[in-house]
């Protein structure tokens, strides 16, 4: 049995607990919160056994094998670094932080400290985004040339909202961006050009971001976000004999189309079960029984190049969070 904790008490949180309950030899023990009502609260909504009213004593329990930190992103630095330092395994929500220093320091002391980390960019282990990966790597679509995806969510956000508030690390790009972002990286790796625009808020944070990345083998992934209007939030990923279509979200698709020359369209489609995060937690559990640092599917490494590969575009755009 692998013995879950929760910190942070919102929408996100409730989720990922409803979906712990469908994951093979997981319980959900403890929950914390910076408030005992919420905590509190939160632990009779979903089943947890004990509630905490500090992230230090959540993070001080030794009963739990892994803390789930569910913060907005501005505190996930700080979240995470109590649960590490505590020797407490963490699945830490996506982004991993506001920048890459704050990233390495995660991952520098998880590995000083021999402690599990990993982001939780619960895309890498869906089952259909996995198996469109087996299908690049097997040449189903020769060598990817182009990958294109887009998320844009509608709103409208009040100038109070998260979202817009550039001290909690709002706008598009790391709330909705990362998911292309990631996913480009995942087929391409490593850019070796970077070029971005955005249209930025009254309130210093980008809401509707244009990307190109481009390699110097002549790939290239055209990406976008944004929070003033609702996208199509597919994705398309074209080879020299083919195309693979993900259905909407691309992160968590119910569908995928396989293009391929002369051949007839072959869609392979997915049982949507729950909320979609139970895979990430089931890799988490399958690392920590097998005594891995890290997980193969969502690696240290590709962690810390997405988030170096988010400050550049950042730079550009001229978004900062101080």
């Not at 009213?53 to 505190?75: C, I, K, N, Q």
């Not at 969510?153 to 972002?181: C, I, Q, T």
Request: one cysteine or more; charged letters at 20%; aromatic letters at 6%.
């Amino acid at each position: 049995m692998t013995r879950w904790g929760i910190l942070a008490t919102g929408h996100i949180a409730g989720r990922f607990a409803e979906d712990l309950k469908r994951v093979p030899g997981a319980e959900l023990m403890a929950v914390g919160s910076r408030t005992a009502e919420s905590a509190e609260r939160f632990a009779g909504r979903h089943g947890a056994r004990r509630w905490y009213a500090s992230w230090s004593e959540l993070a001080a329990d030794p009963d739990l094998d892994v803390v789930y930190v569910a913060t907005p992103h501005a505190a996930h630095h700080a979240a995470a670094l109590t649960c590490l330092r505590a020797g407490r395994a963490v699945l830490l929500e996506k982004p991993f932080t506001l920048d890459l220093a704050t990233s390495r320091d995660l991952v520098e002391t998880a590995r000083d400290a021999g402690v599990f980390l990993m982001e939780a960019m619960w895309m890498r282990t869906n089952p259909l985004v996995r198996r469109m990966c087996e299908l690049v790597a097997d040449g189903a679509i020769g060598t990817v040339v182009n990958v294109r995806g887009d998320f844009g969510v509608a709103g409208p956000f009040s100038p109070e909202h998260r979202m817009r508030a550039r001290a909690l690390g709002g706008g598009a790009l790391l709330d909705l961006g990362v998911y292309p972002v990631s996913l480009a990286h995942l087929l391409l790796g490593v850019p070796d050009h970077v070029s971005a625009w955005a249209k930025i808020s009254p309130e210093g944070v980008d809401e509707n971001t244009g990307i190109v990345l481009g390699y110097d083998t002549g790939a290239i992934a055209t990406l976008s976000c944004g929070i003033m209007a609702t996208t199509a939030i597919t994705a398309a990923i074209t080879g020299t004999k083919g195309r693979i279509d993900l259905s909407e979200p691309f992160f968590r698709p119910s569908s995928l189309t396989l293009h391929r020359d002369a051949t007839a369209p072959e869609t392979i489609h997915a049982d949507i079960v729950g909320n979609g995060y139970q895979d990430e937690a089931a890799e988490v559990q399958r690392c920590l029984a097998a005594g891995m640092l890290e997980s193969p599917l969502v690696p240290h490494t590709a962690t810390l190049e997405v988030m170096a590969l988010l400050d550049r575009i950042r730079a550009q755009i001229g978004v900062d969070y101080s």
